[in-house]
């Protein structure tokens, strides 16, 4: 079977998220929430989840996650490795100093943002496959909303815990996790009707609506 939308889907999934990790540390004011700019783009990426798992099935959709993660990686390491190299002589001093506040990661955001997609992907894909099932196929909006409820709620709890526990106050904590899951939320409620078509076209297209009544669920394969 040939998946001519799959490759795209995929795509962008992967490059949301990788952009989403390189604009995140700077700090925007999003409808009046003081917020980590990938807000802006990062919920798309639940959005596109929502989509691949869907249409074509979680075992297709796990397959995306790990290439995304695995991409962020890349990404990531050749950030810090052209970050290390020894700058030209013509360089200014200045420009290495803006490279290392814009593009340096500290060890402790990388770990908690790999952990919280890991678990906020796999999680939201999980939750909506199974709903599927428990509907037989209807309700599209309460698998996306639902899943997306689940999914971004886990990975705004595990990133912001770990990566600010023991800097801000418990309380600025809890703020910025409900703060961000409500914006996810709100971002997937916001385009669900474009989800509806984009999920209706490729269907159509495709011809192909994964129900996973035979699925293992295990994120630790590549298995289609």
């Known amino acids: 079977m040939t998946l001519r939308?799959?490759?795209?889907?995929s795509?962008?999934?992967?490059?949301?998220?990788?952009?989403s990790n390189i604009v995140a540390v700077k700090m925007v004011n999003f409808?009046?929430?003081y917020v980590p700019a990938a807000m802006v783009?990062?919920?798309l990426a639940y959005i596109f989840g929502d989509i691949l798992t869907e249409v074509y099935g979680f075992a297709r959709a796990r397959q995306v996650i790990w290439l995304g993660f695995l991409c962020n990686l890349l990404a990531v390491l050749t950030i810090f490795i052209?970050?290390?190299?020894?700058?030209a002589p013509f360089w200014p001093a200045e420009n290495q100093k803006a490279w290392e506040a814009i593009l340096g990661f500290s060890p402790r955001l990388l770990v908690a943002s790999f952990i919280a997609y890991l678990c906020g992907e796999f999680l939201n894909s999980f939750v909506l496959a199974k709903l599927k099932v428990r509907t037989k196929g209807r309700f599209l909006w309460l698998r996306t909303i639902g899943s997306t409820f689940v999914g971004g709620g886990v990975d705004s709890i595990v990133f912001i815990t770990v990566a600010f526990y023991g800097i801000i106050p418990l309380k600025g904590i809890q703020e910025a996790i409900l703060a961000q899951w409500f914006l996810k939320v709100a971002y997937e409620i916001l385009i669900t009707p474009l989800t509806y078509k984009i999920v209706r076209f490729l269907k159509q297209r495709e011809g192909v609506d994964a129900l996973d009544t035979e699925t293992d669920f295990t994120p630790f394969t590549l298995r289609v």
């Open 5 to 9: 939308y799959f490759p795209l889907i």
């Open 11 to 19: 795509s962008l999934f992967v490059t949301t998220l990788i952009v």
């Open 31 to 33: 409808w009046g929430f």
């Open 41 to 43: 783009l990062f919920p």
């Open 82 to 87: 052209s970050g290390m190299l020894p700058a």
